[in-house]
């Protein structure tokens, strides 16, 4: 690979990764904020939630893999079309084969992280967060829910 194939590839990893940070950190927000309402009325503390909430960025990652690749590919390309950096590559004479390269590459090691994370990081990952979630539910201290949310029918009843 030359020194264009590099380029190109450069570009589409950078704009991969803006489009996975920003997706990443927001459906892990949206997440992190569902077990922080539950925990607010079950009195866990914060930090087993956030640990608790980093178990689920793996999956996460597997179900918006796609989504992140097919926007940052255009991302890419919008941004090589808006500079004129594909017009220079056949003004120099080259064909598309300087994009067909970093295309290929970029399309295997995409197959090949999604394989590993499908297969292998994200159910032993899910399986540690099933793990923690059941221990921290099954640690409830019944003292310390708040109970201001839930109507008390008589004594024994709530």
């Given at each position: 690979m030359n020194k264009l194939n590099f380029y190109i590839l450069n570009?589409?990893?950078?704009g991969f990764l803006i489009i996975f940070f920003i997706f990443i950190s927001i459906a892990w927000l949206l997440q992190f904020t569902r077990l922080i309402s539950i925990s607010n009325l079950l009195q866990i503390d914060t930090l087993s939630i956030l640990i608790l909430s980093t178990y689920l960025i793996p999956n996460l990652f597997t179900?918006?893999?796609p989504f992140i690749v097919v926007i940052g590919i255009s991302i890419t390309f919008i941004k090589l079309f808006k500079d004129?950096?594909?017009i220079t590559i056949y003004s120099l004479g080259l064909n598309t084969n300087v994009i067909k390269k970093p295309l290929i590459v970029f399309s295997v090691s995409i197959i090949l992280?999604?394989?590993?994370?499908?297969?292998?990081l994200s159910p032993n990952i899910y399986e540690k967060f099933k793990l923690n979630e059941y221990k921290l539910r099954n640690t409830i201290n019944f003292e310390k829910i708040i109970?201001?949310?839930?109507?008390e029918l008589n004594k024994n009843t709530i």
């Open positions: 570009e589409l990893l950078k179900i918006i893999l004129r950096e594909i992280i999604s394989i590993f994370f499908n297969f292998y109970f201001s949310n839930f109507l």
